[in-house]
């Protein structure tokens, strides 16, 4: 690619970054358009017209796709991501697209307006985190910003792009904190946002901050009585074994793969080893 005149490669002196990275990419870009990819991602064929169709409307700051695990079948935990990425897409994000404000344009797949992106840089550029420069949830923070300049931002299911997920249980911990810490900060950024868009976004959000914290307090609760009484909180544990299969169950109808029944799995990785996290 080196070779040809349609690609123009930015070798930086150090390595400073995803964020500045992209900075950099986007000051030196002249299209309508800016596509992030991840180096770990592999996108479909009809990834860029897809989502450029999606961008042909003036009011769409951004845009994303759909993300798959490309290495689904190597381990039991890439089959549990895989899951969880669709549960992700085609769920939360594709609902929150229904109202024009998906919360999180995801990194390894998504389509930027560049006239926005150049009036938001010296905001995404300079974000603080406890009094220190941010060098994480690049995109949640992009996203955000978007949604602060007044634009749209979507979900194109059928934009298909496939990355590489942790297949250990340590690397995937530490994503997930990561990813925690940037959806709890930018929740925060959020909150003013939250009148100008429609009441289901509020909803969402509050439930997505609220939910992980009563699951938590529930399991305290749960084991405080084991610990004072000897007796088994069985009222505790059925009601989140339900919640577990019934959205189990909706996902595989709706996905039509009975695969989805084994994400309750995920549940107890959930209540033993992220929440405590």
Same mark, same amino acid.
């Given at each position: ?18 964020? +500045?990275? $992209?900075?950099? *990419?986007?000051?030196?870009?002249? %299209?309508? #358009?800016?596509?992030?990819?991840? @180096? /770990? !991602? ?11 169709? +999606?961008? $042909?409307?003036? *009011?769409?700051?951004?845009?994303? %796709?759909? #993300?798959?695990?490309?290495?689904? @079948? /190597? !381990? ?202």
């Amino acid at each position: 690619f080196a070779g040809d005149p349609r690609f123009n490669f930015i070798l930086l002196p150090k390595n400073v970054g995803k964020r +500045k990275a $992209q900075i950099a *990419a986007i000051r030196s870009s002249s %299209g309508d #358009l800016v596509l992030n990819v991840d @180096s /770990d !991602t592999t996108i479909a064929s009809n990834v860029v017209t897809k989502l450029a169709l +999606k961008m $042909q409307d003036p *009011a769409v700051g951004a845009a994303m %796709g759909q #993300l798959i695990a490309s290495n689904r @079948s /190597d !381990t039991w935990l890439t089959r549990l991501i895989d899951m969880e990425y669709w549960l992700a897409c085609n769920e939360e994000r594709a609902a929150q697209a229904r109202f024009g404000a998906v919360m999180c344009c995801c990194g390894p797949c998504a389509m930027y307006r560049r006239s926005a992106l150049v009036l938001l840089l010296d905001q995404y550029e300079t974000q603080l985190f406890r009094g220190k420069p941010s060098d994480f949830g690049e995109d949640r923070h992009l996203t955000i910003l978007m949604l602060k300049a007044g634009l749209r931002t979507e979900y194109v299911p059928d934009a298909i792009a496939a990355t590489v997920v942790p297949d250990r249980l340590a690397p995937y911990l530490r994503q997930q904190l990561r990813w925690a810490r940037s959806t709890f900060r930018d929740t925060l950024l959020a909150l003013r946002l939250l009148p100008s868009l429609d009441r289901y976004i509020t909803l969402d959000v509050v439930g997505q901050n609220l939910g992980p914290l009563l699951l938590a307090l529930s399991v305290l609760a749960g084991l405080t009585q084991f610990a004072l009484t000897a007796t088994v909180p069985w009222s505790t544990a059925l009601v989140i074994a339900s919640m577990t299969i019934i959205r189990c169950s909706v996902a595989a109808l709706r996905a039509r793969e009975l695969r989805f029944l084994g994400f309750s799995l995920h549940t107890l990785i959930n209540i033993f080893l992220l929440l405590p996290l």
